[in-house]
């Protein structure tokens, strides 16, 4: 690793460790909602319903950050994100019913977009193009060992009683801890300029493309997944070591696919890194369901399509100015959170429709556009990034 890249990453430490943090309580509360939502019997359009709000907070939470940012500051907003994050787990632990939870869920998924607009509009200004992809990586990977972390911590506080969501709010509670003991430079609040999503879609439609549809597999991934074990037969201890594989691929493959597009054309990479998700897709299609070998290939699979948000936005912020990046963040959040409402609703459908194996058939589906998109614009225009 060159002293460039290490300089870069020492200067987003805090910041990695706020993350992680604050993604393990992500990743426990996640989980615990899927799983109680299924142990208390609702039908399955309810809870892909209630977990579809999460990404309608998303919405809210890229707007929200695109005016509080520029005015009080990217570390005064993470903190006040991160005390809104605190108090829903304990509103979802007092009050066991859908409405309730759903309106919970929007609020979770306006603190979580408002957290990743500050975290990656804060490193992307940190980097450079030349180590752009593997400060994301390590970004990547520092939160999905948090929300592996808090997925497996359901083996030791039960969805079923009050201490899941107690535990969540208390880790959300602590994820301001990392940045406040080394917080980096922040940028300067003057920098900071206005862009709407048609702008962004006008400079880098590649990256905005690709960054929705990310959203619909990265949605589907994390709102679905434990549904998904559930009705395959998977008890708590199944569901939770399934869910948390495909975590771990992103932890295991993220250094390696994005230092790829470090050297190599972001565009191919996406490309190739999505075409192989896909494949693996059809075999989880074929796999008997609960093989011994579909952990280490969703493990794979996991990590590729994770990889897709995170490609999409390096890519994008190659082309962008430094007082254009909190705005164009914002704006491709915003994209990602349209893209991840359609992801369990589709996938829920697709479940109704033809069983479980429609969790990885409209997962496969979504990957496949990702691949052959990219590709014709690639074909079409090689050399610019308006395509």
């Known amino acids: 690793m060159d002293a460039q890249t290490r300089g870069s990453l020492a200067r987003g430490t805090g910041l990695f460790g706020a993350m992680a943090v604050v993604m393990c309580g992500q990743g426990l509360l996640g989980a615990a909602v899927g799983l109680r939502a299924e142990h208390e019997h609702w039908a399955t359009g309810i809870t892909s319903m209630v977990m579809a709000m999460y990404f309608v907070g ?6 929200v950050t695109s005016w509080t940012i520029p005015r009080i500051g990217h570390r005064l907003t993470f903190v006040g994100l991160a005390s809104l994050n605190a108090v829903v787990p304990l509103l979802h632990g007092l009050w066991i019913a859908p409405v309730p939870w759903a309106f919970g869920r929007l609020a979770t998924g306006l603190a979580m977009a408002g957290s990743y607009v500050v975290a990656e509009s804060w490193l992307n200004d940190l ?3 030349d180590t752009r992809g593997r400060m994301l990586a390590v970004y990547m990977v520092t939160s999905m060992v948090g929300a592996t972390l808090g997925q497996l911590l359901l083996n030791l506080a039960s969805p079923d009683t009050y201490r899941a969501f107690v535990a969540s709010a208390v880790l959300f509670a602590l994820g301001v801890a990392p940045l406040l003991a080394r917080p980096p430079e922040q940028p300067a609040i003057a920098r900071h300029g206005a862009m709407s999503v048609r702008q962004v879609v006008r400079l880098v439609r590649s990256g905005v493309v690709a960054s929705a549809i ?5 949605g589907g991934l994390a709102s679905m997944g434990a549904v998904y074990a559930s009705r395959i037969g998977f008890d708590t201890r199944g569901a939770s070591f399934f869910v948390a594989a495909g975590t771990v691929g992103t932890v295991v493959l993220s250094w390696p696919v994005n230092a790829w597009s470090d050297r190599r054309p972001r565009r191919e990479v996406i490309v190739r890194a999505a075409t192989m998700a896909a494949l693996l897709g ?52 915003l994209v990602v959170g349209i893209g991840s409402i359609l992801g369990p609703l589709t996938i829920g459908g697709a479940m109704s429709l033809i069983g479980p194996r429609g ?10 556009s990702i691949a052959v998109y990219i590709r014709h614009r690639i074909v079409v225009a090689p ?4 395509v």
């Open 282 to 333: 059809v075999v989880l299609i074929v796999l008997p369901p609960r093989s011994p070998a579909v952990y280490p290939v969703y493990l794979v699979f996991g990590g590729l399509c994770t990889s897709m948000y995170s490609l999409a936005s390096v890519y994008t912020n190659d082309w962008l100015e430094t007082e254009q990046r909190v705005a164009a963040t914002s704006a491709l959040v």
């Open 58 to 63: 998303f919405l809210l939470g890229a707007r």
């Open 383 to 386: 050399d610019a990034a308006t």
């Open 127 to 129: 980097a450079t193009n």
């Open 359 to 368: 969790f990885f058939a409209a997962l496969t589906l979504a990957l496949t």
């Open 214 to 218: 990310a959203g619909v597999v990265w």
